[in-house]
């Protein structure tokens, strides 16, 4: 989980779409074994009326499910 203080759902979406590139693009070696992982990111915000930290993770828990249900390597924002 990464918090991203006074940054709006697009300056984040760019931040997930660079770590999503990242660790996509990179070989990962496992017992003499280069493997390539993907990553599933569920993204939400804080506001006025979205400020329980509850409430918060359950949105990031919908969107991230909502990500791996669509073919995971990929961004969900709600």
Known sequence: ???MDKTNKVN???VCLRILTAISNHSFLYKDQVIR????????S????????E???KNIDEALYISKN???N???IV
């Open 1 to 3: 989980m990464i918090f």
């Open 12 to 14: 984040a979406d760019e």
């Open 37 to 44: 992982i993907t990553v599933s990111i569920g993204l939400t």
């Open 46 to 53: 804080f506001s006025p009326q979205n400020d329980q930290l």
């Open 55 to 57: 409430v918060v993770l």
């Open 70 to 72: 669509n073919g995971r």
């Open 74 to 76: 990929r961004i969900t």
